[in-house]
T-cell receptor
Framework: DGGITQSPKYLFRKEGQNVTLSCEQN?????MYWYRQDPGQGLRLIYY???????QKGDIAEGYSVSREKKESFPLTVTSAQKNPTAFYLC????????????FGSGTRLTVV | EDQVTQSPEALRLQEGESSSLNCSYT??????LFWYRQDPGKGPEFLFT???AGEEKEKERLKATLTKKESFLHITAPKPEDSATYLC??????????????FGKGTKLSVIP
């Protein structure tokens, strides 16, 4: 079955450490997205990519970085510059950005220890 | 600025007690309104897409409707398994030739047996 796989499900980060969240899709979707979800807040867009080797900042990109070297993969790095990284991170994909719904992964919960 | 407001924040229903969830929006150039269901600790699951005022879609006990300013998610005779957070999102032009989803904060529905 096609879908989006996020790993790991739970991740713990120490102060000053960079961590990378994995997102892989086998839906042959062109566009991929990273969202952050905090309690009581809507999903907020971190980064998105419409094609391989190209990506754009979303509303809250500071302290995060991404790469899109393959169509199937869109990893997110949470850097030490992100001062409040504890959150639920969701990866999504869509056929394109214009008229299609998103398919979401199951999420990664990141906690600072 | 595009805005999506969902109400109520939380709704508690007895099993079989029908009700509606509201999603009001202010966007320019709407290119679709989306409803998702999200269970705790999981990614959102797509329910419906609505594109034009007057459009309606149904799935089991759920029916989504759209006007020019808001959408309703009607739940008829809900069951405990309908308990979840329901997210509304609107797609609008975000510049640089792309369209993005803006999410509301969600309505947490609890159905009591």
């Amino acid at each position: 079955d096609g879908g989006i796989t996020q790993s790991p499900k739970y991740l713990f980060r120490k102060e000053g450490q960079n961590v990378t969240l994995s997102c892989e899709q086998n839906l042959n979707h062109d566009a991929m997205y990273w969202y952050r979800q905090d309690p009581g807040q809507g999903l907020r867009l971190i980064y998105y990519s419409q094609i391989v080797n190209d990506f754009q900042k979303g509303d809250i990109a500071e302290g995060y970085s991404v790469s899109r070297e393959k169509k199937e993969s869109f990893p997110l790095t949470v850097t030490s510059a992100q001062k409040n990284p504890t959150a639920f991170y969701l990866c999504a994909s869509s056929i394109g950005t214009n008229n299609y719904g998103y398919t979401f992964g199951s999420g990664t919960r990141l906690t600072v220890v | 600025e595009d805005q999506v407001t969902q109400s109520p924040e939380a709704l508690r229903l007895q099993e079989g007690e029908s009700s509606s969830l509201n999603c009001s929006y202010t966007v320019s150039g709407l290119r679709g309104l989306f409803w998702y269901r999200q269970d705790p600790g999981k990614g959102p699951e797509f329910l419906f897409t609505l594109y034009s005022a007057g459009e309606e879609k149904e799935k089991e006990r759920l029916k989504a409707t759209l006007t020019k300013k808001e959408s309703f998610l009607h739940i008829t005779a809900p069951k405990p398994e309908d308990s979840a957070t329901y997210l509304c999102a609107v797609r609008a032009y975000s510049g640089a030739g792309s369209y993005q989803l803006t999410f509301g904060k969600g309505t947490k529905l609890s159905v009591i047996p």
